[in-house]
């Protein structure tokens, strides 16, 4: 494997992301923001935080497939979501555990930045994720 996930123990704990990736490969992946959208752009789980971290999670599975990778390959994930507040939080890990067994989610995730935004690209999109993976070749 060419991932290697951890945290320092003088890190904050428990997290549910590990704060550290090492990577050794020499093919690196980049998956640009995806959102809860299906292949014709029709907008899926309108309003619904935890629908769309899940569709967007799947739509950046499926780009990590065609480039020959997985989750089990990211060194990072950066979520992006809209007018967040800590509330939230519920709602968008509700996301991300209701699809974690289906995409082979390692748990802890990959190191992850959760960016709070006043919007993106248009108005029904409440979440966006970016995945960065290295490969062997």
Do not use: C
């Amino acid at each position: 494997m060419t991932v290697h996930l951890f945290s320092p123990d003088d890190l904050m704990q428990p997290v549910p992301y590990h704060h550290v990736a090492v990577a050794t490969g020499s093919r690196h992946v980049y998956v640009a923001g995806q959102i809860s959208r299906d292949a014709a752009g029709t907008p899926l789980a309108p309003g619904d935080l935890a629908g769309q971290t899940a569709q967007a999670l799947r739509n950046t599975g499926a780009a990590l497939r065609s480039a020959g990778a997985s989750f089990d390959d990211v060194v990072r994930l950066t979520f992006y979501v809209t007018g967040w507040s800590p509330d939230k939080i519920g709602g968008f890990m509700a996301g991300v555990e209701s699809v974690a067994e289906e995409l082979g989610l390692p748990t802890p995730l990959p190191p992850a930045s959760l960016i709070g935004v006043e919007m993106l690209f248009e108005p029904d999109v409440l979440v966006e994720v970016e995945a960065t993976a290295v490969l062997d070749a």
